[in-house]
């Protein structure tokens, strides 16, 4: 069974930065895909960033060229290196592993919160 822990949120003043970690337990087999995604008050979750298996990534744009993902295939661990953060950049982050074929399963952490004060 597949288990994911976020840790590394937290506050921080506009321009700041932050590094989230997701230790994942377990692994599924298939295409799959880690990464995470953002929920805000009153909007639905998106997707800041992904890696496949394959090697595809994916970043949100308004991310690009402030955020990071990177892993550690030894340590199990998934990292959102998150830099001149936003106060838009506020939200529930929720660690993600996903098998995306042949048939898509989700995985999710409990979800910690960033926020950014201006």
């Known amino acids: 069974q597949v288990q994911l822990e976020e840790s590394g949120g937290g506050s921080v003043q506009a321009g700041g930065s932050l590094r989230l970690s997701c230790a994942v337990s377990g692994s599924m087999s298939g295409i799959t895909s880690m990464g995470w995604y953002r929920q805000a008050p009153g909007k639905q979750r998106e997707r800041v960033a992904s890696?496949?298996?394959?090697?595809?990534?994916n970043y949100l744009d308004s991310v690009k060229g402030r955020f990071t993902l990177s892993r550690d295939n030894a340590k199990n661990m998934v990292y959102l290196q998150m830099n001149s953060l936003k106060p838009e950049d506020s939200a529930v982050y929720y660690c993600n592993y996903a098998k995306i074929f042949p048939k898509r399963h989700d995985i999710w952490g409990q979800g910690i919160q960033v926020t950014v004060s201006s």
């Open positions: 890696i496949t298996s394959t090697g595809v990534s």
